[in-house]
């Protein structure tokens, strides 16, 4: 696996979702894979509306690799579908998320959701056929941090997850403007926030995507706290860096933002070098 230690600016990103990916890489033409209709899976035992994924696949047979992208704190998985679509049009069976937040950054249930979302995930792929050994993270916001304590080894476990087992760790975690830092201070009501895990799954590739544009508003998250991240991690061993994104904001995710293209872009690129 190549590492890439420089920091990225994307000042430009492809028009269309899904067409980031090198056709060798993924599978997929220029053009994106067309897309099969969505499957609906839930991840806890009983099951809940509140705790289902959507789940995108080509219509072409693949194996293709395992994606999970996980929305903001206040949303549900509406707020993402373009970046599953896009993912996905590119050569990945991506699983996007409901996980209803409850609470703060490092809240225990609400990590242990998305955990046992990933683990769902990966076990419903493998019976589907499909290359569980590339799996790759997405979270965006609140989404994004309390998914790279899950991808670093720090979900608890959850009591009515519908499959049993040690956790699952993704190969890969992609982030967009997390509030990283939060949960730093006081841990003692949750599991804390990514610098607590710091160590585990030390084989992990993070790509943290961050907007240079800020947003008026109590919802943006500023630049110095990715790149913080970013520099703890690569000290601490990681293959990790920082994409800036031109004109992305926090809020404005939808398809075609500069958000929606850069993360689409990213995972692209990750899933052509595992």
């Known amino acids: 696996m190549r590492r890439m230690m420089g920091v990225a600016i994307v000042a430009m990103v492809l028009g269309a979702a899904g067409c980031a990916a090198d056709e060798a890489a993924t599978g997929c033409p220029d053009g994106g894979c067309a897309l099969g209709e969505p499957r609906v899976v839930s991840y806890t035992s009983p099951a809940s509306l509140l705790r289902q994924m959507d789940v995108v696949a080509p219509t072409e047979e ?66 589907q056929g499909v290359d569980t050994s590339r799996v790759v993270f997405v979270g965006h916001s609140l989404g ?55 160590g585990g799954n030390p084989d992990l590739v993070v790509r943290l995507v961050h907007g240079d544009a800020e947003d008026v508003g109590r919802f943006d998250t500023p630049l110095p706290v990715s790149e913080a991240l970013v520099t703890a991690l690569r000290d601490g061993g990681y293959d990790a860096e920082l994409i800036t994104v031109a004109g992305g904001t926090h809020t404005e995710i939808g398809e075609g933002s500069p958000a929606q293209l850069a993360v689409v872009a990213a995972v692209a690129e990750l899933l052509g070098e595992l």
């Open 62 to 127: 693949g194996p293709w690799p395992v994606v999970v992208v996980a929305h903001g704190g206040m949303q549900r998985r509406a707020a993402v579908a373009s970046w599953a679509t896009g993912i996905a049009a590119g050569g990945a069976m991506v699983y996007n998320v409901d996980w209803s937040p409850a609470g703060v950054v490092g809240n225990t249930d609400a990590v242990g959701r998305l955990g046992c979302a990933l683990q769902v995930a990966v076990a419903d792929a493998a019976d």
């Open 144 to 198: 994004a941090t309390n998914g790279a304590v899950v991808s670093l080894g720090g979900a608890p476990a959850l009591d009515d997850c519908a499959v049993s087992g040690p956790p699952t760790l993704p190969d890969a975690f992609v982030g967009y403007e997390g509030p990283y830092d939060l949960g730093t201070e006081d841990t003692s009501a949750g599991v804390g926030s990514p610098y607590d895990h710091l």
